[in-house]
DNA sequence: AGCCTGTATCGACAAACATCGATACAAGAG
DNA sequence: CTCTTGTATCGATGTTTGTCGATACAGGCT
């Protein structure tokens, strides 16, 4: 688990958490936040997140998210450690059993970042 | 360009626009959902991205987004186009240019399918 | 100790992807 | 019409990724 060493790429977030409309992202900003989003990008992954972040007390036990699924149970675990590696979830295990929940401060970042710039939907006045 | 046929895939969305922690995606918002953040899964596409947006009056002469990178032209423009078929960006030609400009309400779409559970740092109230 | 169940890692393989140079297409200039 | 410049497409190539079965590791039981 990442409790014990090897640092999570986002758990060093520097700086870029304003709309990217603003100003044009650095190279450095741009490279650790595609990490992120690839960390995003497959179907199984969005799944994964989605059902940990909706699950009652906001964790999930492994074995919950194995069975909603039509893959194997190592690509399941690979999919989580896609996920935690890219700073989205973080895991503890208690037991027999392995929880993973979601680190809400990555997922503000990059919800941050997708701020659209101002249009007639949002700023209606 | 994107004028004469073939709908990016953004403009059909049909559904899922609140936070994920709200309830599990299905298997199709999924599959649609991962192929935007497919698109910003790539360095270069995250810059382009934001060149493009943060640009003044909001929309940039592709010649205009050659300069700042370390690639091709033709991968520029193989970018661009990943960006548009996800329904991230349009274009239009004018003239000898083409231009970009960001699709604000697919952006918006995930930023608000981010949205992170409440914790304690958004609602400090 | 030995077993059983839950989870992670390993090694292999096919599919998808980023990149390039070459080339085609579009449109204004001479 | 021909030339030149801006942009897109094509075909090839090396790398990355998703998936699997086999196997290792962890921890509770008996």
Known sequence: M??????????????????????????DDAAELS?????????????LLSLIASHEGGEACVCELIGPFDVSQPTISHHLKVLREAGLVDCERRGTWVYYWVLPATLARLSALLQAPATAMEVSA
Chains 1, 2 share one sequence.
């Open 35 to 47: 990490r992120m989003f690839k960390a995003l990008s497959d179907p199984v992954r969005l799944r």
């Open 2 to 27: 990442s409790k014990q060493g090897g640092l999570p790429l986002a758990e060093q977030g520097t700086s870029c958490c304003a709309p990217m409309a603003r100003e044009p992202l650095g190279e």
